[in-house]
């Protein structure tokens, strides 16, 4: 007697494989893009964080020498010196906070370089600019 196996057959095997490729071409996008919008949601609290501390810290004291002093960000992602603080997109300087005194006043700088990469790119077009 010839025993019965259950298996798939070939032409089940390859519609399988195209419909998990269908699902994930689909898929695949949508998780980059809302990964992007998270990093985009992050850097703008963040820059709304330097700017509040630096100013707080500005009418604490008076003035401000160094933006270290003022400001405590995750140093994986920003490069912070005396006075700037840097966020880098793919090696490309994408947002530079800069602060700046003269005789008369002290000034916080934001640039950001649309050009630098996608995150960059979707920071502008959700209203952050150079001010």
């Known amino acids: 007697m010839k ?8 032409l089940e095997m390859i519609f399988s494989i195209v419909v998990i ?24 609290q963040d820059i709304s964080t330097v700017t509040t501390s630096v100013q707080s810290y500005y009418l604490l004291n008076g003035k401000i020498d160094k933006i270290s ?45 649309e050009d630098a990469g996608s995150i960059c790119e979707k920071l502008a077009t959700s209203g952050i600019s150079t001010t």
């Open 3 to 10: 025993k019965m196996t259950n298996s798939f057959s070939l």
């Open 21 to 44: 490729s269908v699902i994930a071409s689909i898929a695949i996008p949508k998780f980059m893009s809302t990964k992007d919008d998270a990093v985009v949601s992050t850097l703008k």
């Open 69 to 113: 002093d003022a400001v405590n960000l995750n140093s994986a992602v920003w490069e912070i010196s005396d006075s700037t603080v840097i966020y880098n997109d793919q090696e490309n300087e994408c947002i530079k906070m800069e602060i700046t005194s003269s005789s008369s006043d002290t000034q916080l700088n934001l640039t950001v370089n």
